[in-house]
């Protein structure tokens, strides 16, 4: 049975015509953005699958008055390329003498931006906690560097106290800040309620699959995996020419493991990733680990640091908490379950450990 009208309705990079659940922060940022003349930074935090991408570009398109630029920081990681992307040139030339790198970048930028109105969003900027850059502190003083009117909207998962340094932060207003929440069912079930009538042959699935969908994800609160674990259950009742019932979404949940995209990684700390792959070297993979597991691995974690982690690598869609459980000395003792591919995890891992060590990455 025919199931998928618009695969393209299914993918993750679909903008929606509407978006579920976000007026009042969406109205909130734009009041931010039009309305604030002392500052120029805003920041639009949340955890993954909450909808940041999909506000920063809804953003740009609705705000027509900007001349607007989205730029990836995962993908372009230094000022250089950050530039080049806002600039939409990759072959950006620097003078060789004179200046500092990061005057040279000011003065190309600022001489090529129209002198008003301009909105840059940076995705994913917690990424920039690598490269000890000074992008933002450029585009969010450009009018005290002598440069135009710009508007920066830092689009994270952390806040930018976790990725900026303290000059750049004293620029960056507490106010200017919209904290999106994860989706519960119900924001969940509209978003897939639209995708699927969307998306969907008439008559090929059922409401109480869609219902079903919400639940499942309301765990993660990520729309992002809603929409996935959608598509697969789509897949799967496709494939088996049935109806895509609840039925087919639990089987479809059985073998799901979330997307796992590039940046999974990027918000876990150098001895998180250490911890990581030790874990990952040490656990069976089908009987999991235990709170206390990891605490006998580092044994000088502290509670605090041991909570941080267990979360941003579940976030991260990594583990999934399979037992919820009452204290270990003091703690709480749950037991998690991997949910990804260790293979797949720890090969990523080593791919990341290698980028780091490439000496003179450019700044
Ligand atoms: N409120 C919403 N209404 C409709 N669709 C949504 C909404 N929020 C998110 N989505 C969809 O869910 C998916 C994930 O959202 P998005 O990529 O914006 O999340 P994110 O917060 O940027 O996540 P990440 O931190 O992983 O980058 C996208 O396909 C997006 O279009
Ligand atoms: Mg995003």
Redesign the pocket.
């Known amino acids: 049975m025919k199931i998928i009208k618009n695969s393209s309705i299914l ?6 015509d ?5 007026a009042e922060q969406l109205g909130h940022i734009e009041d931010l953005i039009r309305g604030s003349d002392a500052c120029s930074a805003f920041v639009i935090r ?10 920063g570009k809804f953003l740009l398109k609705e705000m027509k008055e900007f001349k607007g630029r989205y730029v990836n920081c995962y993908v372009n990681q230094t000022d250089r390329s950050i530039v080049s992307a806002i600039l939409n040139n990759p072959n950006i030339r620097l003078p060789e003498l004179g200046n500092t790198r990061a005057e040279s970048l000011s003065n190309l930028l600022f001489k090529e931006l129209p002198d008003k109105n301009n909105l840059i969003v940076l ?2 900027s917690q990424s920039l906690k690598r490269s000890h850059g000074q992008i933002v502190y450029i585009l969010s003083r450009s009018r005290e560097l002598g440069g135009p009117d710009i508007k920066l909207l830092l ?1 994270s ?1 952390e806040e930018p106290e976790m990725y900026l340094d303290m000059s750049t932060l004293s620029g960056l207003g507490r106010y200017n800040r919209v904290a ?1 929440k994860e ?1 519960g069912a119900d ?1 969940l079930y509209k ?1 897939l309620e ?1 995708r699927a009538s969307n998306g969907l042959y008439e008559g090929s699935y059922t409401e109480s699959a869609i219902a079903r969908i919400s639940e499942l994800a309301e765990e993660s609160g ?3 995996i ?2 996935e674990l959608l598509r697969n259950s789509a897949l799967y009742a496709e494939s088996r020419n049935v109806f895509l019932d609840e039925e087919s979404v639990l089987q479809a949940f059985r073998d799901f493991s979330p997307p796992l ?1 590039d ?1 999974s990684l990027i918000n876990l700390e150098d001895d998180e990733l250490r911890l990581l792959k030790t874990l990952l070297q040490s656990i069976a993979p089908e009987s999991g680990f235990k709170t206390s597991d990891l605490k006998s691995l580092n044994a000088g974690i502290s509670d605090s640091k041991l909570y941080k982690f267990l979360k941003t690598i579940e976030m991260a869609g990594f583990v999934k908490k399979s037992r919820i459980g009452k204290g270990y000395s003091g703690g709480v003792e749950n037991e998690y379950i991997l949910r990804v591919s260790r293979k797949v995890l720890l090969s990523k891992l080593t791919m990341m450990e290698k980028s780091m060590e490439t000496p003179g990455r450019e700044s």
């Open positions: 993918s993750q990079d679909y903008i929606p509407t978006i579920v659940g976000r949340g955890n993954p699958g909450t909808g940041k991408t999909l506000m995705d994913e689009l998962m999106l989706y924001d978003i639209s990520s729309a992002r809603a929409i995209d940046s």
